[in-house]
């Protein structure tokens, strides 16, 4: 199985080639994010390059955005060498998690918003799904075919990326940036894929 997973990861590397510009998990992962959460100061929304729904609501309470949003949002555990920096909720329906890197120069630490919603708060399906879920509305989304499983790949830049798969009855969205191809699909493949592959199947 891990041949296979890493066979997969180094197809979506070749096929990002640069063409431009053309719930136990559940419980723990929800005490990490609302105890980071509590200590953010800026709630400030980040300079993005996409196009954002509004309205975004911050939030410094993970139990009060699932409250919102009638489901817990998917986030980065901190041991992946990831601190969550923001977090907001969108019209209501769309969760916004962004973290960044402790590690290296500021300016050149990776950075990764996750969003997630129910899939049936999107009016859209396929690359259309993508494009709403994510906010970027001009790129190139290529499959790549993981088992059963279709992930949405995207190049936003030489050194930021994009992913969209779903599970269960809930769309997610990844994006990063200053990543490597291989870097950003080795991260959704073997963190976040698998974390909703086991915590947020259809019951």
Known sequence: MKTYWMTAILAASVALTPALPATAFAENTAAESSAVLAETTDAAAATRNEQLPNPMVPYTSYQEMADVLGFR??????????????????????????????????????????????????????SDAATTLSGFYSVDWQPLQLGTKTVL???????????????GDYLFTCDGKNFNRWDFTHRIVYDLIDTTDHYYTAE
Do not use: H
């Open 153 to 167: 790949l995207a190049q936003i830049s030489d050194t930021s990326y994009a992913a969209c798969w779903s599970e």
């Open 73 to 126: 949002p998917l986030v980065l555990p901190r041991a992946e060498g990831y601190e969550l920096t923001d977090a907001f909720v969108i019209d209501n329906t769309v969760s916004d998690m962004r973290y960044s890197s402790r590690y290296g120069a500021t300016e050149q630490r990776s950075q990764l918003t996750i969003r997630t919603a129910l899939k049936s708060s999107i009016a859209a399906s396929g």
